[in-house]
Structures are given as C-alpha cells and as structure tokens.
C-alpha cells in the first residue's frame, strides 16, 4: 500500500526526490506520514483538501481490493520535511487541522 501511495504522490509532486513516506501499523490503524518539501505541501493538500481527500479515497479502496485493511482506519499526515505534521486526515474524511 506505501508503494501506491508514493506512486500517487509522486504524479502531483515535482520534486520526486524529497518525497518521503512512514508507515505505522497498529491493530487498529495504519498511518502514513508524508513528508514532502515546503512548495509542493499546498499541492499535495490540494484546494480545501481535495486532492488528500482523494488520496485517502483511492487507498481506502485499495485496502479493501487487497483485504489489508478491512477494519483498520487509514491515516494520512502530511508534513515539510523536518517539521510536525501540519495536517492530518482520517476515515471520516474531514480534514483536521493540526497546529
């Protein structure tokens, strides 16, 4: 599942190089956290969080294909790289706002 993220991520980003991807698994979620530069953060958050709003869609749908994560929740956070997670989005698809 990582890989498809990065291969998502690496579409909408130019800088291909400094995309990093953490995955932390626990029985109840599975978090990505996204590391990216500080230019392409407001295009991988997208315009009122579309675009990690369809990332979160398109792995939510992965996970149920491959079985992976039937009952897990999916986490996406996203963060320039050497910084906390700015922003943070989970099943219930609502964007949360961390400061």
Do not use: H, W
Not at 13 to 35: G, L, P, V
């Amino acid at each position: 599942m990582e890989e498809f993220l990065l291969y998502l991520i690496k579409g909408i980003c130019d800088k291909e190089d400094e995309i990093a991807i953490t995955k932390n698994d626990t029985e109840y979620s599975i978090e990505f956290i996204i590391k990216v530069s500080e230019n392409e953060y407001g295009r991988l958050i997208g315009r009122g969080g579309k675009t990690i709003n369809a990332l979160k869609s398109l792995l939510n749908l992965y996970a149920f294909k491959k079985g992976v994560a039937e009952k897990k929740r999916i986490i996406l956070k996203v963060q320039e790289n050497g910084d906390l997670p700015r922003f943070s989005i989970t099943q219930t698809d609502s964007p949360v706002m961390d400061n």
